[in-house]
Every structure is written in structure tokens, then in C-alpha cells.
């Protein structure tokens, strides 16, 4: 079975030699203060870095999860809210969680279809951080790097907070635009769910220091403060950190590989728009994200009935989620996705 899920999602090829290989090393059995530890998440953080180009200037922590960045970010980098702009399940869901630590957070909902309209957002207040989900995985959406620039030219004052979950290693993301990024590794890096990447500006860091909110295990500051020598505040999941370094290091570069996914999405969208069965969710090419693809059936055939038939040929496709629920399937295009993979499931909806 071959798991287009968009994540938990198929595993990265090399998962499995580095799970065994990290048995062998012993590093399991390490204690997390030792310099062996220090040694991996060290590599870890430089091929990311590397692979991914993050910019020198900025610091990556890692939490366990995106959802835990979602709380991290309004417990440590507002005072009052952040205005939280979104098309979908994800990026409400971020904003209910931010509502519940900051009840003066303002929402901002547009159509997935459209690229934001700037002018037509009324926030009370001049935010002190802007929040955008980067690619919507509950309908396929990527907000393209022209509403980034325009974000930030809007807001000059303002932090930028982007959930960049399924685009992080997908795609080549314009680091400079936003202040902090954030990932799980279930999506794009092919990884088992346990994992958070956070990548965090100059900005972000000093507004994280004046703010000097050091209540958390997870207070922002405390965890930029220990990752400076590469350390967690808590016993971290040393088992993802040494694959994540592993399997990062085994990638081509960001820069090499978001144009692969983007000509695979290309051709899996050309091919949806052909078959008189399917229609896309995201008929807008601008706002549509390369990593997944969400698909609505025509005919007769239910996507419920759809994702029976996928599975019975070796597809795990991804349910429809939040309110798109069952009218909709979801396709993941991540780096562990072979050509091959590709081609055979197109194969597979050509049949149907
Ligand atoms: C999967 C996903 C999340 C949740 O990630 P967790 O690791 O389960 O916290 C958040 N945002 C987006 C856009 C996602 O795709």
C-alpha cells in the first residue's frame, strides 16, 4: 500500500536503514545533556539548514509538534493577539487555539479560491503578529509569494507567523518574508509524526526577548535560549532528530527539488481537469499549493467509494477534511513520492 495521505504520509526511503542504524549507534541510550546528543542535533540543524537554505540569521528550535508551535506562538510572541488571516480548517483551527490563550485575537477568513484581498481585511488594531497557514492541507491551497510580499509590505511592524506544515521542504519557501516558519515531519520530510521545526528571525527573537514570557517548558525564550548549544528544555525525540538528519541529508537541495513537485502537480491537476469524473477543489492555479491536491468526484462514484476502490489497488488516499469532508478526496505530492508512484495512480483515476 502506497500512502498518499497528506500525513502521516508515506516514509521517506530512508527511514528505515536510519532507524536500524540508530539503534546500532547506540544513541538511544544516550542521555540528552551528553555531547553525543549535542553532536547529532548539531547535524541535524546544518542540513536542514543546508537542504533547505534557511538564512544563517535565523534560529531553529524544534517542539513536538505544529500544533504545539500554534500554542507556543501566541503564548510567547503576543501580548494581546495576533490577527490570524485563513481559508481553511487548519488555519481556523490555529486561530481557535490562539483564541483560547489570547481571547483578543481577530480572525480573518477568505475564499480558497481567491488570493487574499488585502484591502478587505477590518482588524481593530495594527497586529502585533500576522498568522497565514502557507499551503491549507484541508483543501489544497498555497498562498503564492506575491500575498507574502504584499502581507509584509501591509504590516511593515508586524511579526509574520506562517504554518508552513505541508509546504516545508516541498517547497522553496522566501524565508526573509515571514519571521516564523513552522513544520511537523509527518508531511514533506517523510518522517514518523513527533516532530516540530521552528524557524524563528532575528525579529521574532529579539520581540521573544522583550517580551520575556518564561513561564512554559515550552516558553519561546527558554527553548531559543538552550537551542543556542543545541539542547531542548525537555528529554527531546531523539530517535526523530537523528532521522531527520539522516534523511535531510540524503535530499536533494530545496532548489532542485520544489520544481519536481511542481511539474508532478502540474501534470496530476492537467489530468484531473481531463476526466469527466473528477473536478479540482482549487480551479485557481495561483493559489494552488503543489503538495496536495484535493479532488472532488462528479460521477456517480462517491469519493468515499473512490477511496475504497484506491485502496483495493494499493492507494491510501487522504479523506476530505474538516467541512469539505466526504465530498472530497486528497492527493499528498511529497518528496517520497516516486515518478513511478505518481504515474501508476494517475493510471489508477484514468481507470475510474
Ligand atoms: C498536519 C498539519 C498540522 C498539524 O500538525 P501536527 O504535527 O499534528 O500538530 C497543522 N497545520 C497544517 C497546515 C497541517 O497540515
Redesign the pocket.
Known amino acids: 500500500m502506497i500512502s498518499f495521505y ?2 502521516p504520509s508515506k516514509l521517506d526511503p530512508a527511514v528505515g536503514q536510519a532507524m536500524a542504524d540508530a539503534v546500532q549507534s547506540g544513541i538511544l541510550s544516550v542521555n540528552h545533556r551528553s555531547e553525543e546528543f549535542v553532536e547529532v542535533c548539531q547535524k541535524a540543524v546544518s542540513a536542514l539548514r543546508e537542504k533547505l537554505e534557511i538564512p544563517e540569521s535565523y534560529q531553529i528550535v524544534f517542539t513536538s ?6 500554542e507556543i506562538i501566541a503564548q510567547s510572541l503576543t501580548e494581546k493577539g495576533g490577527l490570524h488571516l485563513y481559508n481553511g480548517a ?2 481556523e ?2 486561530f481557535r487555539y490562539a483564541q483560547k490563550i489570547r481571547p483578543s485575537s481577530v480572525g480573518h477568513s477568505f475564499d480558497f479560491n481567491q488570493q487574499i484581498d488585502l484591502n478587505g481585511i477590518r482588524a481593530p488594531f495594527q497586529p502585533e503578529l500576522v498568522c497565514l ?1 502557507h ?4 483543501n489544497g491551497t498555497l498562498v503564492p509569494n506575491s500575498s507574502m510580499s504584499a502581507i509584509r509590505a501591509k504590516y511593515p511592524d508586524s511579526l509574520i507567523a506562517v ?1 508552513a ?2 509546504s516545508m521542504a516541498g517547497v522553496q519557501l522566501a524565508w526573509e518574508v515571514a519571521d516564523i516558519w513552522f513544520a ?1 515531519v ?2 514533506c520530510l517523510g518522517l514518523p ?1 513527533g516532530l ?1 521545526i521552528m524557524v524563528i528571525s532575528p525579529s521574532a527573537i529579539s520581540k521573544t526577548k522583550a517580551l520575556g514570557e518564561w513561564d512554559h517548558y515550552n516558553s519561546l525564550a527558554f527553548m531559543i535560549e538552550k537551542m543556542e548549544v543545541c539542547q531542548t528544555t525537555y528529554t527531546p525525540n531523539v530517535l526523530e532528530i537523528w532521522l531527520l538528519g539522516q534523511v535531510i541529508k540524503a535530499r536533494m537541495s530545496i532548489t532542485e527539488l520544489a520544481p519536481i513537485l511542481e511539474k508532478r502537480a502540474e501534470n496530476l491537476r492537467a489530468l484531473i481537469r481531463r476526466l469527466p469524473n473528477f473536478e479540482l477543489l482549487v480551479e485557481n492555479q495561483a493559489v494552488a499549493s503543489p503538495t496536495v491536491i484535493a479532488v472532488r468526484p462528479t460521477g456517480e462514484v462517491s469519493a468515499t467509494e473512490l477511496r475504497q476502490r484506491a485502496k483495493e489497488a494499493g492507494f491510501l488516499l487522504g479523506k476530505g477534511y474538516g467541512t469539505l469532508g466526504e465530498g472530497t478526496f486528497r492527493i499528498a505530492n511529497f518528496p517520497a513520492h516516486t515518478d513511478r508512484e505518481m504515474k501508476d495512480l494517475a493510471e489508477f483515476l484514468e481507470s475510474q
Open positions: 497528506p500525513g509538534s505544529a500544533t504545539e508551535c500554534w487548519f488555519g483551527k490555529w497557514t499551503s491549507e492541507t484541508s504554518d506544515v505541508s511537523s509527518q508531511k509524526a516540530g
